[in-house]
């Protein structure tokens, strides 16, 4: 048969595979033909490329074989997981806060992988004040990528402080039951 290209079957770094037997014939009758390496044609194949190799064999003993290729790739994204959206409060005097989050995970069909920040800042930095959103990707061994997205919001809650200018005491203008008085604004 052809050359054969299959997909992983769902959760497994494997497919099972069905494939034509070979055929073969003869000038003279009699004869068979045998599975000499590699799968049989409904059994599972790795990932990878198998060689799969059948030989034919005529009643007087005389062989013939043919190869042909399993390639099973891994076409499954992975499954990753974020941690939860979080929402802090500005350290104090600071328009940010230090946020950490847990690292997010994954798991895919296959074996190998990883995981990286994408955008977003990374945990145990200061985040500012607002809604800031962080995106993660995993990479299997395959390169077959997913992301996810958590938000972390951060309010600010310490109110301001004002400075008064002092107490102004005067007397009142010559003639005049008022004074003019000019003093410094506020600061806050």
């Given at each position: 048969?052809?050359?054969?290209?299959?997909?992983?079957?769902?959760?497994?770094?494997?497919?099972?595979?069905?494939?034509?037997?070979?055929?073969?014939?003869?000038?003279?009758?009699?004869?068979?033909?045998?599975?000499?390496?590699?799968?049989?044609?409904g059994t599972v194949?790795?990932?990878?490329?198998?060689?799969?190799?059948?030989?034919?064999?005529?009643?007087?003993?005389?062989?013939?074989?043919?190869?042909?290729?399993?390639?099973?790739?891994?076409?499954?994204?992975?499954?990753?997981?974020?941690?939860?959206?979080?929402?802090?409060?500005?350290?104090?005097?600071?328009?940010?806060?230090?946020?950490?989050?847990?690292?997010?995970?994954?798991?895919?069909?296959?074996?190998?992988?990883?995981?990286?920040?994408?955008?977003?800042?990374?945990?145990?930095?200061?985040?500012?004040?607002g809604i800031n959103?962080?995106?993660?990707?995993?990479?299997?061994?395959?390169?077959?990528?997913?992301?996810?997205?958590?938000?972390?919001?951060?309010?600010?809650?310490?109110?301001?402080?004002?400075?008064?200018?002092?107490?102004?005491?005067?007397?009142?203008?010559?003639?005049?039951?008022?004074?003019?008085?000019?003093?410094?604004?506020?600061?806050?």
């Open positions: 048969p052809s050359n054969v290209v299959k997909g992983t079957d769902v959760g497994l770094c494997s497919a099972v595979v069905s494939y034509p037997l070979p055929t073969f014939s003869d000038n003279c009758p009699g004869g068979s033909q045998a599975l000499q390496s590699g799968g049989a044609s194949f790795l990932k990878g490329t198998s060689s799969v190799v059948w030989r034919a064999t005529d009643a007087e003993g005389l062989t013939s074989q043919c190869t042909f290729t399993v390639t099973v790739n891994d076409t499954q994204a992975p499954v990753i997981t974020c941690p939860a959206s979080q929402t802090q409060t500005t350290a104090l005097n600071f328009c940010t806060a230090i946020v950490t989050y847990t690292t997010p995970t994954f798991t895919g069909n296959c074996s190998g992988g990883s995981v990286s920040i994408q955008s977003g800042l990374p945990s145990g930095s200061p985040f500012p004040k959103t962080v995106v993660w990707r995993a990479t299997d061994a395959s390169n077959n990528t997913k992301t996810c997205t958590f938000r972390i919001t951060v309010n600010d809650n310490q109110a301001p402080t004002i400075s008064c200018p002092p107490n102004i005491s005067t007397t009142t203008n010559p003639n005049l039951c008022t004074a003019l008085v000019t003093y410094s604004n506020a600061t806050f």
